[in-house]
């Protein structure tokens, strides 16, 4: 795996802490630093999804735990599907094409 140089800054502190918990694993400050960067990487992917996904997510399970079925083709033909809806909600029957 290719490496890249960087050069940062840490307050005494928190290098102090970094080093001890550096021995305490059995491992490089660097090895440790390079792990909780991983870490910290993916936690922020998981929390930083938009609003609207977490939402349609949020929906999926619902109707998961309600049973809720779908037509298999529903990715494809939403629109058929919507105006369907839409018009048995309004009482409307729609002409068939």
Do not use: C
Request: proline content about 3%; glycine content about 6%; hydrophobic content about 40%.
């Amino acid at each position: 795996m290719a490496m890249v140089q960087r050069k940062f800054y840490l307050p005494e502190a928190l290098y102090n802490q970094l080093q001890i918990q550096a021995k305490v694993a059995g491992i490089t400050a660097t090895a440790l630093l390079r792990e909780f960067v991983d870490q910290g990487i993916k936690r922020k992917k998981r929390t930083s999804q938009p609003r609207g996904i977490q939402a349609l997510f949020g929906l999926v399970r619902m109707a998961e735990k309600q049973g809720w079925k779908a037509p298999k083709d529903l990715s494809v033909n939403h629109n058929k599907y919507f105006v369907e809806a839409w018009e048995k909600q309004k009482g409307r029957k729609r002409k068939k094409t």
